[in-house]
T-cell receptor, first 108, second 113 residues
Framework: RKEVEQDPGPFNVPEGATVAFNCTYSNSASQSFFWYRQDCRKEPKLLMSVYSSGNEDGRFTAQLNRASQYISLLIRDSKLSDSATYLCVTNTGNQFYFGTGTSLTVIP | EAQVTQNPRYLITVTGKKLTVTCSQNMNHEYMSWYRQDPGLGLRQIYYSMNVEVTDKGDVPEGYKVSRKEKRNFPLILESPSPNQTSLYFC????????????FGPGTRLTVL
């Protein structure tokens, strides 16, 4: 069983739409959680960490549900520049586990 | 500029010819890691290092070696590359594991014929 699972999409949404991605993780000992963004096979870059209380950064909101072992990312008012692949990441011990990514295309 | 550099960026080689991919960071990070990214499989951790002279296997270490003789460098060595090691490789560094941002290098696209 994969450590982290994501719906690969693709999600195609119009500009201004709200879109949500979910991710599940299998190891209840996972300690920290992140969303990374990856543009077209370039290097991943941190979008935001995900904390138990939930956190927001501008148009982006991340939630963590430890009981159900899932992580979510909500993007409001989508921009063309949000088009990318979003990677869900967990950390267990000293290792990091990446989901396969969810592809988002924002359409004009 | 804070960065992680990798070389080479692109490499085509043949089965069995030893190669090294270099990785260097200038942020004084203690934690460094190598990943490979394959379609449908995502990024998978090959090896990681918590500090100088400390390295550990990740999920897919077979066929790879690493060393951490200096804090800034973490080379990935393929002693006898095989076609199933054709992949996109990323090096990353961070202050530690846990809630620490990983900074990735630009990637090395390796093809083994």
């Amino acid at each position: 069983r994969k450590e982290v699972e994501q719906d690969p999409g693709p999600f195609n949404v119009p500009e201004g739409a709200t879109v949500a991605f979910n991710c599940t993780y299998s190891n209840s000992a996972s300690q920290s959680f992140f969303w990374y963004r990856q543009d077209c096979r370039k290097e991943p870059k941190l979008l935001m960490s995900v904390y138990s209380s939930g956190n927001e950064d501008g148009r982006f909101t991340a939630q963590l549900n430890r009981a159900s072992q899932y992580i979510s990312l909500l993007i409001r008012d989508s921009k063309l520049s949000d088009s990318a692949t979003y990677l869900c990441v967990t950390n267990t011990g000293n290792q990091f586990y990446f989901g396969t990514g969810t592809s988002l295309t924002v359409i004009p | 500029e804070a960065q992680v550099t990798q070389n080479p960026r692109y490499l085509i080689t043949v089965t069995g010819k030893k190669l090294t991919v270099t990785c260097s960071q200038n942020m004084n990070h203690e934690y460094m890691s190598w990943y490979r990214q394959d379609p449908g499989l995502g990024l998978r951790q090959i090896y990681y290092s918590m500090n100088v002279e400390v390295t550990d296997k990740g999920d897919v270490p077979e066929g790879y070696k690493v060393s951490r003789k200096e804090k800034r460098n973490f080379p990935l060595i393929l002693e006898s590359p095989s076609p199933n090691q054709t992949s996109l490789y990323f090096c990353a560094s961070s202050r530690g594991a846990g809630y620490n941002e990983q900074f990735f290098g630009p990637g090395t696209r390796l093809t083994v014929l």
